[in-house]
């Protein structure tokens, strides 16, 4: 161990051999490397020597004449500075730091500064600093450092003052302290490539100025106030997989002009990237997601095969249509991407796809787009975004996502369309304009829509929606629309038009509407049709039918009150040539009703059936006529005078089609009318035939009973047009709460209450009509009776009977392939009937004439349907009246028991109003005439003491067309 106090010392050593261990603590010592053997320039330092200065001077210094190797396995530290080398050549010396060398508390101490350039190797472990300097100086000449270790300073860790280079390991620390950078490039040529730190407590990371120009490389991490400021007016590189902070907002800054940045996969970045210099560009490769602001960049390209996310708001200023430029991958834009050059717009090429948005709702791109080679322009949005520039180029473009995408400009783009989810409009209403020129196919997947108010030069083939101005969601409160395909329209999935208001089109031209299924929607006004038709309407040049068969037409009714089409009815779609208008290229989805009538599909006119045209008219289809078998052709004879022409015999104009509810409607009216409507003898039978019950000898006077009925009827409504049946069930029940006898001993009252609950139902049809229609009827009624009888024990002479009851109906209207109506109702009945029993020959059979008047007040107020057909009762209710006589007898039987057999005929007559309006058309269930016969034949049993049971059987006729059966059994218990 060698130690030196002396102020001025040299150490010399012979060529080859290793400086021993020294020890020096002076405030004005310096080691001069000095060496006697020319042909030797290197020096170690051990481990355990310790270089102290504590005053200004250097602690270790070489001069320029030799290329010195130091290396450094110890400590030294000095005011003046730690190592200052000069060198023989430029670059020549070589610096080995295993130890610490620090520059201490002078403002001009730096760690190591070569004079003449050089290497520095900084290894594991060791560490260069500078306390208020640099930790590393180089001047005119350019230097190569290596680190592996520690290197901080005060001003910069590093200061390369004619470039140089700089690589760093991931075990590598370059620190800026206080407020100093961690790595400065002044000028000249320079390369930084970093795997581990470049830090700067209060400062930038990294300052790149003056004319330097070079490259850095990043895959480890930079932080400052700002991560790297390119502030060189001669250019630089920058390339990041690593991670850039700046924590005062900028991670990195480019003042200077002709800088690149480059993200690779891994890059993260922590503030923005500003450029306020010209030609500072930004490329993206591999794949990464930056949410950053990007702001006065020149142009951004996306070249490699990866996929890139930019999520914040980024801008261009070149005047190019690449100012953004997407070859090879994918770039998607989730922020704001604008740019800002005159001009300016975006390029994608070679398979390429600039993606706007991700699902959500934000991305968006300012200017035009060029698509080509390959290239994709694809919006994924999940909400409304209006693009008005233009995209051109033989690429294509697809929407995705679930929002909706508006453009409003003429683009010429000749690759393919794509919707494959979301929505795709050509032209708003305020651009009707709006155009797709390029001819490429349109593609609308089965998540996708696609339509709006323009046009489309091109073929579509359509497997999801097709929708015509504001029958697209997006334009729900639009105006109609008139949409056209210059191509074929390949439909095999939905088309519509729906939108509550008749009157828009879809034109196909210069190509064919191939139906291959799918489906049509329209709306129109159901009227007499002609003149007066309101209707949309698809239009074609011609129709032809593919595999997957005819379309189903769906219309939907949007006013109207039905009427009968005298004419070619509504025309729903328009084939400009009837030569190749397909038969069965169209088919009605579900039924078209308007008030009382039926809709059905035709194709031609009723002038000309050949025409081609479809229409919606409401006749019966008619019956072909069979073709005749030929007959030989006579043998020629002379030809006649001939005779004048006569004149042509009218076409005649086929039936209407009324709709089958219309009958059920009527047979639930005739059903609550009708169904609690009951005689003396349907209610009580006839007297108990027993005599002396008690002990004084009377008979039974009061009664309680039950009885279920069951009735069919066959009718006709709308002057034989519609087909009513009507069968169902009646349960009612009741008693004598009061009875007492009158003037007379022998004549008794009967005061009761009863209640009912009645079950109907009505199957209905229509002439011509293929459906058919279900009305159901339940309901109850309360009420009560007074009955009077003359002769209360033997029931001969005369009887008055009446009843006045009240009954609440809920009612159902089933009809075939459309939606179930619901009602209510209500009546009020009375009855008033007398009779007088008698027997006039003196034999066992007693005659009873019989007269019933009835009144019913029935009312079911106005319903609306679900396709807003208005059906309303028309006053219904009125009188009933009854004529006829009763003839019974009884019989006794080997038991004691007594059987009465008992024969009816009756003559009813009505005046009832049994009709309803529907949308102010009214129909009568005229197939019930006002007057009718009857027949009945009924049996009453005394089947034990008190009990009775009773029924009866009737045949209600008027003709052919009426038919009603009835049947009723009851028992009664009598005290």
């Not at 009150?561 to 579900?590: K, N």
């Not at 009885?707 to 034989?720: E, F, K, N």
């Not at 059906?871 to 004691?896: E, I, P, Q």
């Amino acid at each position: 161990m060698l130690t030196f106090s002396s102020p001025w010392l040299a150490v010399w050593l012979p060529a080859g051999k290793i400086c021993a261990a020294t020890t020096i603590n002076s405030s004005t010592a310096t080691v001069f490397l000095q060496i006697l053997d020319p042909s030797s320039s290197v020096f170690v330092a051990p481990v355990t020597t310790v270089i102290n200065n504590t005053g200004t001077n250097v602690g270790i210094s070489g001069d320029a004449s030799k290329n010195w190797q130091l290396t450094n396995y110890g400590s030294v530290s000095a005011i003046g500075g730690g190592v200052q080398l000069g060198a023989a050549t430029a670059n020549g010396v070589q610096l080995d730091n295993y130890g610490r060398i620090s520059g201490e508390n002078f403002v001009l101490a730096y760690g190591v500064q070569l004079i003449n350039g050089g290497t520095i190797r900084n290894h594991g472990g060791a560490s260069i600093n500078s306390e208020l300097f640099y930790g590393i100086l180089s001047g005119r000449v350019t230097t190569t450092i290596v680190n592996d270790g520690d290197i901080s300073g005060v001003s910069s860790a590093i200061r390369l003052g004619s470039g140089g280079s700089v690589t760093q390991s991931s075990t590598g620390r370059i620190i800026g302290n206080d407020g100093g950078a961690g790595l400065v490039i002044d000028n000249g040529t320079y390369t930084v490539n970093s795997a581990g730190l470049i830090t700067a407590i209060s400062g930038p990371a990294m300052i790149v100025r003056g004319t330097s120009n070079g490259t850095i490389t990043n895959s480890g991490s930079i932080s400052g106030t700002t991560g790297v400021q390119m502030n060189s007016s001669s250019g630089g590189l920058l390339t990041n997989s690593g991670t850039i902070t700046g924590s005062g907002g900028t991670a990195v800054s480019m003042s200077g002009s002709n800088n690149q940045l480059v993200l690779q996969t891994g890059s993260v970045l922590n503030g923005s990237i500003t450029s306020s210099g010209k030609n500072n560009t930004l490329a993206l490769q591999g794949n990464g997601t930056a949410n950053n602001s990007f702001s006065g960049l020149s142009t951004i390209s996306a070249l490699d095969t990866g996929t890139w996310t930019l999520g914040g708001t980024v801008g261009t200023t070149a005047a190019s249509t690449s100012a953004l430029n997407v070859q090879n991958g994918t770039l998607i834009v989730t922020g704001q991407l604008t740019n800002g050059g005159t001009g300016a717009g975006s390029s994608v090429s070679n398979g390429g796809t600039l993606q706007i948005g991700n699902g959500g709702a934000s991305g968006s791109v300012s200017g035009d787009v060029s698509v080509s080679n390959g290239g994709q322009l694809r919006f994924s949005r999940s909400d409304t975004v209006v693009y008005g520039n233009i995209v051109s180029g033989n690429g294509g473009l697809t929407q995705a996502g679930s929002g909706t995408l508006i453009l409003n400009n003429s683009n010429t783009y000749t690759g393919g369309t794509t919707i494959s989810s979301g929505t795709l409009a050509i032209g708003d209403a305020s651009h009707p304009g709006a155009e797709l020129t390029g001819g490429g196919e349109v593609t609308v997947d089965a998540a996708g829509s696609f339509g709006g108010y323009g046009k489309v030069s091109t073929s579509v083939l359509n497997m999801g929606l097709i929708g015509v101005g504001n029958a697209l969601p997006a334009f729900a409160n639009g105006p109609d629309a008139v949409f056209t395909i210059a191509g074929n329209l390949d439909n095999h999935g939905t088309i519509t038009m729906a939108n509550g208001v008749a009157g828009d089109r879809l034109i196909v031209t210069g190509g064919t509407y191939i139906s291959n299924g799918g489906r049509l929607l329209i709306d129109s006004v159901l009227n007499e049709g002609g003149a007066s038709s309101q209707s949309d309407m698809l239009v074609a040049d011609a129709t032809s039918i593919g595999a997957g068969g005819a379309t189903h037409l769906s219309v939907q009714r949007v006013g109207g009150v039905g009427a009968f089409t005298p004419t070619d009815g509504i025309q729903v779609v328009q084939v400009a040539d009837a030569s190749r208008s397909a038969g069965g290229a169209f088919t009605l989805d579900g039924r078209v009703v308007g008030g009382p009538y039926e809709y059905r599909l035709f194709q031609g006119g009723v002038g000309d059936p050949n025409s081609g045209q479809w229409y919606l008219r409401s006749e019966q289809t008619p019956t072909p006529t069979p073709t005749p078998t030929p007959t030989p052709t006579p043998t020629p004879t002379p030809t006649p005078t001939p005779t004048p022409t006569p004149t042509p015999t009218p076409t005649p104009v086929p039936p209407k089609l009324l709709r089958p509810e219309v009958g059920a409607y009527l047979g639930n009216q005739y059903a609550a009318q009708t169904m609690f409507i009951q005689t003396l003898h349907d209610r009580l039978g006839d007297p108990p035939h027993q005599t002396g019950d008690d002990a004084a000898g009377r008979a039974p006077t009061g009664a309680g009973w039950v009885r279920v009925a069951g009735s069919g009827l066959r009718g006709h409504g709308a002057d034989g047009q519609l087909g009513v049946n009507t069968q169902g069930e009646v349960l009612q029940a009741g008693g004598d709460i009061a009875q007492w006898s009158g003037m007379q001993s022998i004549d008794r009252v009967h005061v009761g209450l009863m209640a009912a609950y009645g079950n109907m139902r009505t199957d209905a049809s229509a002439d011509g009509n293929p459906f058919s229609a279900h009305g159901t009827v339940s309901g109850y009624a309360v009420g009560g009776y007074a009955s009077w009888f003359a002769d209360e024990k033997t029931r001969l002479g005369a009887y008055v009977d009446s009843w006045l009851q009240y009954g609440n109906f809920d009612n159902q209207v089933e009809g075939d392939l459309l939606p179930g109506e619901r009602y209510s109702s209500h009546s009020w009945t009375g009855s008033l009937e007398v009779g007088y029993a008698m027997n006039p020959f003196n034999s066992d059979w007693v005659i009873e004439p019989q007269g019933q008047i009835l009144y019913a007040d029935y009312s079911a107020g106005t319903h609306t349907e679900v396709n807003g057909t208005q059906v309303g009762d028309n006053g219904s209710g009125g009188l009933t009246s009854r004529l006829g006589a009763r003839l019974y007898r009884d019989f006794g039987t080997s038991a004691g028991n007594m059987i009465r057999a008992s024969f009816e005929a009756n003559w009813w007559y009505n005046n009832r109003r049994n009709s309803i309006v529907v949308d102010d058309i009214s129909i009568a269930l005229n197939g019930v005439p006002n007057s009718t016969g009857e027949l009945k034949a009924g049996v009453q049993y005394r089947f034990a003491h008190r009990w009775q049971t009773w029924g009866n059987v009737a045949w209600g006729f008027a003709g052919s067309s009426y038919q009603r059966l009835t049947g009723m059994a009851g028992v009664k218990y009598s005290w």
